[in-house]
């Protein structure tokens, strides 16, 4: 060995030591963390066909989303743990302000019995579907080929268990409101028998089914999420305004601005898989076959919504309008 | 108030499971990834988990948490700690990082599984947060040793270590693996969270902290510590998975997972944290030994642990035990003979003075890992060098993947465990590691050791550089002596009386 270069120490770490830009603390922290992606390896140190081996390899390294190099992807907005609690301790100290307010101000006595009786139905249910995305979200941040997807899809998981959370906590305050509407009990019932929710409640399922990586990504992210977030969130929230229920607005709202910044982590990583061969038209038929399906979700959900015009309508076409943004499509 | 308390609505959060109609219910919980043991999605609602926090509660207290553990590196970062300490104390990071620091990471992977799969409501949203945790003990133990890669081209190995085939890394990989990245949710609950989450990390990070204190490391001391907040919330999930395993008649699977995760992790710690703990850490900073802090940490508090959730101490209690008085001596020695294979510098810890204080905690230490020392000191002392340096590569277990090694001297015990199992025949180390195989080999049973890859000519040339080579590791970066051999010198009036 004696003629080997001894090795000199660097700047940062030798995998990011090539480029010539200075590594942000994202960077440092976030990057080529996976162990199970090694190349030429077993995903898992063990038995190469071990049921879990095979499940990554089939289910993540043979998708037919590929990209010889996922560990580019970047989170546009950058967030690591520490900066992810900053935020979302401060966007949660705004909400129960806003909890804390309405209170005060007996917000809840000067809501309609009818409205209430709305809430109960396609409101508070809603914490079954937040999970539903709570769960497929801790999905895609098991299954994705980079740690920088997964660390996104791992936040995205604990804002969806933030939405659960703001529906849990309302819940419980309109029931003392409103003994008798069912609030804190009739959940289940609702999202299992309400015509309103059975749309959801099949995409969901089938969504947090869809095993392959790939297909998950573009299901959950490009059509799921959406057309929830245009019928459930932003639909439900002007019927809210409309009815006096200026709280549920504002919450929705906040819960909306999460929403935000996961299409655009989302709306990156399509731009960095279009960069390689077939994928486009990968996401592109995994977007035809789910759309229907999410489609008659927003349409069902919608029908039963009170004082929106044409808001199923008015969200398919938000949903529309966000893959038409997607760059690479 | 205007505000209700968390437990006003924290039940309604966690109820949260529903009967799919769209598909079925294995469809969404695979039952090999789920781990279900045939018990149905209802009898998992009586999950309780005894740690309850709510998400605003988890963003304000860990934003706290952080902002404490960042503040104390930021404080002393122009101390000129890290410059004026003991080689051997930053071979204590250098080891620590490189084998916990992407596993804490790959640890999100398994809480995220538990996240998706688990099939209590509460199991879910408590692995959410432990998913969540354990992003952030990746992150934080890699921003706090990247400080270090520029004076230093080992702290490379703090991110690098888990990409490559160095035989610690395989063994942590085998290990970690097997116990977590690989399992299903009710296996992670009970291996991870509670077999080593409970007792292992406990021991890591709370041992550790204490030596880092003693040794002024104020940084480190505060970063393990606070990282131990988040896993005795985490290490919670696993419990209450038990009573719900027992009443559907499955205590004896329970049981089997805690007694494999718990094995496993033995072997680990005796390679990894034995040696920091009572040969790198300097002398006059070691709090305690490593066997007291397996008896506190392992034999005591786990075993109540265990016997509270009426389960039994594991078949191996007594060989734990035994191997607790001698086993990590063996891979210190090792570790310190393969130096080269390391990416830290072994710190040979065989002064006069801390020899006493091994015969002192060990009795007996100088009758039997004493003569190797006198014989590697001799070497040393008399310029021997090559003589002190391995040219083959250990017998290494085809469990736990650590070199084969037992107490030498008059009691010396050849350990060698093989087993037939299609053909092929296996060595392990230990009726423990034998047993982990029998009891799923096809689990094992394709994975090749260091030294099976080696005898398939996967590793050339067939010699230490080969090894080397295929291991990573290369000049500038592999191990050496961490005090340049300065301990042995306390030997040399001795010797030259003697000859
Ligand atoms: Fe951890
Ligand atoms: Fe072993």
Redesign the interface.
């Known amino acids: 060995?004696s003629n080997?270069?001894?090795?000199?120490?660097?700047?940062?770490?030798?995998?990011l030591a090539s480029r010539r830009r200075k590594p942000s603390?994202y960077e440092?922290?976030?990057t080529?963390?996976?162990?199970?992606t090694?190349p030429g390896a077993e995903?898992?140190?063990?038995?190469?066909?071990?049921?879990?081996?095979r499940?990554y390899k089939e289910k993540r390294d043979a998708s037919p989303l590929k990209h010889p190099d996922w560990n580019a992807f970047r989170d546009p907005d950058e967030l690591?743990?520490?900066t992810?609690?900053?935020m979302?301790?401060g966007a949660?100290?705004y909400?129960?302000g806003l909890?804390?307010?309405f209170?005060?101000r007996e917000h809840d006595k000067g809501l309609s019995p009818n409205w209430a009786g709305t809430l109960a139905r396609l409101y508070t249910p809603g914490?079954?579907l937040f999970?539903t995305l709570?769960?497929?979200s801790?999905?895609l941040?098991?299954m994705s080929p980079a740690?920088t997807i997964?660390?996104c899809a791992?936040?995205q998981?604990?804002d969806s268990?933030?939405w659960?959370?703001h529906t849990?906590?309302r819940?419980?305050?309109l029931s003392q409101t409103f003994p008798d509407k069912g609030f804190?009990a009739n959940?289940?019932k609702y999202?299992?028998e309400d015509a309103a929710w059975q749309g959801m409640?099949?995409l969901m399922?089938?969504v947090?089914?869809a095993y392959d990586w790939g297909e998950c990504f573009v299901a959950l992210e490009l059509v799921a999420k959406p057309a929830i977030e245009e019928a459930v969130l932003r639909k439900l929230g002007e019927a809210a305004r409309h009815n006096g229920d200026t709280l549920l607005g504002l919450v929705i709202d906040a819960e909306l601005a999460d929403g935000v910044r996961h299409r655009r982590w989302a709306s990156a990583l399509v731009k960095l898989a279009c960069d390689a061969p077939g994928n486009a038209e990968a996401i592109k038929g995994w977007i035809a076959k789910w759309e229907p399906l999410a489609d008659r979700a927003i349409d069902s959900f919608c029908a039963a919504l009170p004082d929106v015009a044409d808001a199923a309508e008015s969200a398919k076409q938000a949903t529309r309008a966000f893959r038409r943004s997607l760059i690479g499509l | 108030m205007?505000?209700?308390e968390r437990m006003?609505?924290?039940d309604?959060?966690r109820?949260?499971n529903?009967?799919?109609?769209?598909?079925t219910e294995d469809?969404?919980f695979p039952p090999?990834?789920s781990g279900t043991f045939g018990i149905p999605l209802e009898k998992w609602e009586s999950y309780d988990e005894p740690f309850k926090q709510?998400?605003?509660e988890y963003?304000?207290v860990?934003?706290e948490k952080?902002a404490g553990a960042?503040s104390v590196k930021a404080a002393l970062e122009r101390s000129k700690m890290f410059e004026n300490s003991d080689p051997g104390w930053k071979s204590v990071l250098k080891a620590h990082y490189g084998a916990i620091a992407?596993?804490e990471?790959?640890a999100?992977?398994?809480e995220?599984?538990m996240?998706?799969f688990g099939k209590a409501?509460g199991q879910?949203?408590m692995?959410?947060?432990g998913?969540?945790d354990e992003?952030?003990h990746?992150?934080?133990q890699?921003?706090f040793p990247?400080e270090h890669?520029?004076?230093?081209?080992q702290?490379?190995w703090a991110?690098?270590a888990?990409?490559t085939n160095e035989w610690a890394a395989?063994a942590a990989?085998?290990m970690f693996?097997?116990i977590f990245?690989?399992?299903n949710a009710t296996e992670i609950g009970l291996m991870l969270t509670f077999a080593f989450e409970t007792g292992f990390t406990n021991m890591q990070f709370l041992g550790l902290a204490a030596d880092a204190a003693e040794a002024g490391d104020w940084t480190f001391s505060s970063l393990i510590s606070s990282i131990q907040t988040d896993e005795s919330r985490h290490a919670q999930i696993g419990g209450p998975l038990i009573p719900i395993l027992v009443a559907n008649g499955k205590k004896e699977e329970a049981q089997k997972m805690i007694d494999v995760a718990l094995w496993r992790s033995w072997k680990l710690f005796s390679v990894l944290t034995g040696p920091m703990m009572d040969y790198y850490t300097p002398l006059e900073h070691r709090k305690q030994s490593f066997k007291e802090f397996m008896q506190e940490w392992i034999v005591t508090q786990f075993e109540r642990a265990l016997l509270d959730l009426g389960l039994e101490k594991p078949w191996y209690w007594e060989q734990l035990l035994d191997e607790i008085d001698w086993q990590h001596h063996g891979m210190h020695l090792g570790v310190w003979f393969w130096r080269p294979t390391v990416w830290w510098d072994p710190a040979a810890g065989a002064s006069p003075e801390e020899r006493a204080w091994l015969e002192e905690k060990y009795p007996g230490w100088n009758d039997t890992w004493g003569q190797c020392w006198d014989v590697i000191t001799k070497n040393v002392l008399d310029g021997n060098m090559a003589q002190t340096y391995p040219e083959t590569l250990p017998v290494v277990c085809n469990m736990c993947q650590l070199p084969v090694n037992a107490t030498p001297g008059n009691g010396w015990r050849v350990r060698d465990y093989p087993h037939e199992h299609n053909g092929r025949v296996y060595h392990f180390c230990s009726e423990g590691c034998k047993w982990v195989f029998q009891q799923d080999p096809?689990?094992?049973?394709?994975?090749l050791s260091l030294v099976d890859r080696f005898l398939a000519g996967q590793i050339q040339p067939m010699d230490l550089?080969g090894a080397?080579k295929y291991m990573n590791l290369?000049?500038?970066?592999i191990g050496d002596d961490a005090h340049k051999y300065a301990w042995a010198e306390g030997f040399r009036e001795r010797m030259k009386k003697a000859s």
């Open positions: 060995m080997t270069e001894v090795l000199k120490p660097l700047k940062t770490w030798s995998h603390e440092i922290v976030s080529n963390l996976h162990i199970s090694r995903p898992f140190e063990l038995d190469p066909n071990v049921f879990i081996n499940w690591i743990y520490r992810y609690n900053m979302q301790d949660e100290t909400v129960m909890f804390d307010q209170n005060e914490r079954y999970h709570q769960m497929c801790a999905y941040a098991q740690s997964s660390i791992a936040f998981g604990a268990l933030r659960l959370s849990a906590y819940a419980k305050e804190g959940e289940r999202w299992e409640r099949e399922e089938k947090l089914t | 205007a505000t209700l006003d609505w924290y309604l959060a109820t949260t529903w009967t799919p109609k769209y598909v469809e969404l090999q990834m709510s998400y605003p963003v304000k860990q934003r952080d960042y992407r596993q990471y790959q999100s992977q398994a995220a599984r996240a998706r409501p879910r949203n692995a959410t947060l998913m969540m992003i952030r990746g992150q934080i890699l921003f990247h890669v520029s004076k230093d081209r702290f490379d991110h690098k888990m990409d395989i990989r085998h693996d097997d990245a690989a399992r096809a689990r094992y049973e394709g994975h550089g080397l290369a000049p500038g970066e």
